[in-house]
């Protein structure tokens, strides 16, 4: 792996996928039949027969402009810069920040060779590469767009040799945002990752469904306006409406009548109500008894990031380990709302984390808890690893906390989200310690309000809350590092680091657990940041039965809990464990 | 070879007419050797493979030069479209990509070819032609092997050499002439570099060999930066200066 050479050559290649008729010309099915030197460009923008138009993929490749050049390949070497913001976990609210990555590239007098599929028939063509290239594709937006890099090693005469088809790339996939340009013979396009779906799609879809005539309160259908009752089997059935503030079961449709169920009215703590000629019908968006992660799955899902670009397997593998039956989900959505809201708000309600990694392409799901025992953590420091002049620590004071409150189990979905009254229950959990005279000394508080979780799901709401205050109590620390392409990191990944600016009470360097939020991939270094993710105690899985006495155990072992004395300490003098 | 004066190449007889080639890949048209970018490609799909250009009428060359795969390309001139007339004017040898060179004594002919029977390796940039010879010898402190790293360093907050990666290499100089054609003062600069920058060299790449008589292999495709100048000089004669930039490759 060149990665791990010292005298490596960085290759830099931006792909951007657009569409393409799969059709020639006039040939059938392509209906069209224009003279010569009129036809289409095969995108879907100059299409002269669209109801025969195929979509396809043409994809355009690009390189740094001085980069070595792949023999017999087309990339264009336009890059100028890469930059942006990368995805930046959020440890506190759950939901990291998208990737917004700013792709520069020179615009340049082009012979259309490879973008006019009927050259040999037409005059040359006027303007820029870029500037036909958008005229001829206005919907770029959505379509997908990679970022891959590797490093090579030269061959004996110095030359960088490479393929776009090297196993050797790494690949980030994005989608286009927007291309902006030419601008002083430049082109400016923005990629986001596939998460920023999430931002603009909402749930429950809005229905504008009107009842055809007034309904009683125990009506057994809800008749509606010719033409209207298809938009309501998006979820399937059964399904629930909102009606008024009535929120109804229905179990299935004829034609443009809703079926109401036997037991159907006043669902989820609403009132059966009569309702009026002409009233809306909204859907509702229901989960009963949901494994967390599969309703995250679901709403990640509607925003149009398919399973393939989710990793289930990790998902149920969190879901299992930390967080099973207590936290099912039993709740109804009422209001069309931005998807990104509901799934920060379930993130922040489990300490879970989130974020699309566009290296793996898939969407990423982690409790925010320790490593389980036996996994691989490995060690940064400033001998081999961390580039000079780039650590830099900063402790996190305002992020503190002493208590923390959550309040669940809504009164009912149709209730105000932020009225204290509408919840029937709260959890708190307090750290006198931390808020005694000899340590802090103050107050930090915070609370949060709950749709999603219910009586049933009590010793979560109180695992919640301890865990928040256990995580927070001491500021966590951020560091922000610089590594050569030699050392890994991606965001997610833990890594303990060594560094003269953490040390223990004698001076040397306390070796500190974090977990990255954001790497800057340059091809030529690594800008890391990083969180802390220590507790106020350390905290594991207890110890499986036949483990020997603490003092006598391996470090491997001491990745299970043991049970500590009295005075909080183990029996040789090391923090004991917590229970959370 | 003897010591030759630096030439630059960029007059193109593929651009005269349509070329034709013998076979082509899909999406590696051969319209693509006479455009001077090194990344777009003709691709054959057999061997022999051939790119055959009709000018109309008789014209001039007294080179070839291709970029591309490694392989052996022939320069061929012909009277009638390479029937009973089919001369070979000079080979090029290429063991890795790259630029390849070969110059001859000026001959005309209406139809030229650039045959390669050593696979269907893939050519960027095809060219016979004139080439421009610059009436002088390069001033003091050209260097044609020079050459800048992009890219970066990185060593450890303890001093260790931790890696480099380098992002290219350019190869760049203003390329200085004092006294050029001395027999012939500001002429060869006002009726035939002029002519050419305004032709090509001002917007377009081109290929500068600074000694292709004994050192044929020291080509580089390069551009002009944004200028070039000729000073005065006292008995109306005339330098030039032309500042260019190319990418090692």
């Known amino acids: 792996m060149a990665a791990s050479d010292f005298g490596r050559a960085l290759i830099e290649l931006v792909e951007i996928d657009l569409d393409k008729c799969t059709n020639t010309y006039g040939v ?32 355009y490749r690009f390189c740094g402009r001085g980069s070595p050049l792949p023999a017999g390949e087309l990339v264009r070497p ?9 995805t930046e976990i959020d440890t506190k609210q759950g939901l990291a920040k998208r990737a917004s990555i700013t792709v520069k590239l020179t615009d340049e007098p082009d012979s259309d060779v490879d973008t006019d599929p009927y ?98 309160s125990s009506t057994t259908t809800l008749p509606l306006n010719a033409g209207q009752g298809a938009q309501y089997d998006e979820y399937g059935y059964p399904c629930w409406v909102l009606v008024g503030k009535e929120i109804i079961k229905i179990d299935s449709r004829s034609t443009d009548t809703l079926n109401v169920n036997a037991s159907g009215h006043a669902q989820f703590g609403s009132v059966a109500a009569a309702h009026n000629s002409g009233d809306n019908v909204q859907l509702c968006r229901v989960w009963s008894s949901a494994v967390f992660t599969n309703a995250l799955k679901d709403l990640l899902n509607e925003a149009g990031i398919s399973n393939s670009y989710i990793d289930t397997a990790q998902m149920t593998s969190e879901d299992t380990n930390w967080l099973g039956s207590k936290y099912y989900i039993t709740a109804c959505l009422i209001k069309p709302t931005d998807i990104s809201t509901y799934i920060k708000e379930l993130l922040e309600q489990s300490n879970s984390l989130l974020w699309f990694d566009v290296l793996t392409q898939k969407v990423q799901f982690k409790v925010n808890a320790p490593a389980v025992p036996g996994a691989t953590v490995s060690t940064l420091d400033e001998s081999a690893n961390l580039i000079e002049g780039s650590v830099v620590v900063e402790s996190l004071d305002a992020e503190r906390l002493t208590r923390a409150a959550i309040s669940y189990a809504k009164t009912s979905p149709v209730d105000n989200d932020s009225d204290q009254g509408n919840y029937l229950r709260t959890d708190i959990y307090v750290d006198a310690d931390a808020e005694g005279a000899n340590e802090y000394n103050d107050v930090r508080a915070t609370l949060i309000h709950s749709r999603w979780f219910g009586a049933a799901n009590s010793n979560a709401m109180k695992a919640w809350a301890a865990r928040t205050v256990n995580y927070r109590r001491n500021a966590q620390k951020k560091i922000k590092f610089s590594l050569d392409p030699k050392d890994s990191a991606s965001a997610g990944d833990l890594k303990d680091l060594s560094v003269r600016a953490l040390t223990d009470y004698t001076g040397a360097n306390d070796v500190t657990r974090c977990r990255i939020t954001k790497v800057i991939d340059t091809g030529r270094r690594r800008e890391a940041e990083a969180i802390s993710t220590t507790f106020r105690n350390r905290y594991a899985f207890i110890a499986p039965n036949g483990y020997p006495n603490y003092p006598s155990a391996t470090d491997a072992q001491r990745e299970y809990a043991f049970i500590c004395d009295a005075s909080g300490l183990m029996s040789n003098g090391d923090g004991g464990y917590l229970i959370i | 070879m003897s010591a030759a004066q630096p030439i630059i190449l960029y007059e193109n007889r593929f ?41 109309g009428s008789a014209k001039a060359a007294d080179y070839g030069l291709v970029y591309a795969e490694a392989g052996t390309y022939e320069i061929r001139g012909s009277t009638d479209n390479f029937g009973a007339s089919d001369v070979l004017k000079g080979t090029i040898t290429l063991t890795a990509t790259g630029l390849g060179l070969v110059q001859f004594a000026s001959v005309s002919y209406q139809y030229w070819r650039v045959k390669s029977t050593s696979g269907t390796p893939a050519i960027a940039i095809a060219s016979i032609g004139a080439a421009l010879t610059i009436p002088a010898w390069p001033d003091q402190g050209f260097d044609p092997l020079g050459r800048k790293v992009h890219g970066e360093f990185n060593r450890s907050v303890m001093g260790n050499p931790l890696g480099r990666v380098t992002d290219w290499e350019e190869w760049s100089d203003e390329l200085k002439f004092t006294l050029v054609s001395t027999d012939t003062g500001w002429t060869w600069a006002r009726n ?50 032309l500042p260019v930039t190319g990418v090692i490759t």
């Open chain 1, 28 to 59: 059938a099915p392509c209906t069209a039949s224009g003279a010569a030197g009129s036809e289409c460009y095969n995108t879907y923008k100059t299409c002269q027969a669209k109801a025969t138009y195929v979509k396809g993929t043409k994809t």
């Open chain 1, 119 to 216: 050259i040999s028939t037409r005059a040359a063509a006027s303007g820029t590469f870029w500037s036909r290239l958008l005229a001829r594709n206005h919907n770029y937006a959505g379509r997908f767009a990679r970022v891959k890099r590797q490093l090579v090693l030269p061959d004996s005469n110095g030359r960088a040799i490479w393929t776009t088809s090297d196993v050797g790339f790494t690949s980030e996939l994005y989608i286009i945002d927007a291309i902006k340009g030419p601008a002083r013979g430049e082109m400016t396009i923005t990629l986001k990752d596939p998460l920023k779906l999430a931002d603009r799609v909402q749930s429950p879809f809005a229905t504008d469904g009107k009842l055809a005539s007034a309904v009683t």
């Open chain 1, 78 to 86: 336009y890059i100028e810069d890469v930059s942006g913001s990368p």
């Open chain 2, 192 to 241: 035939t570099f002029l002519p050419a920058w305004r032709a090509h060299l001002r917007d377009k790449p081109f290929v500068y060999a600074w000694e292709p008589g004994d050192h044929p292999t020291e080509l580089v495709l390069v551009a002009a930066r944004d200028e070039f100048s000729t000073p005065h000089q006292s008995g109306s004669l005339c330098d030039l200066r």
């Open chain 2, 15 to 55: 651009s005269d007419a349509t070329p034709a080639a013998s076979t082509t890949a899909t999406g590696y048209s051969v319209l693509n050797v006479r455009d001077w970018r090194p990344y777009t490609w003709w691709k054959p799909t057999a061997s022999p493979s051939t790119i055959t250009v009709n000018c």
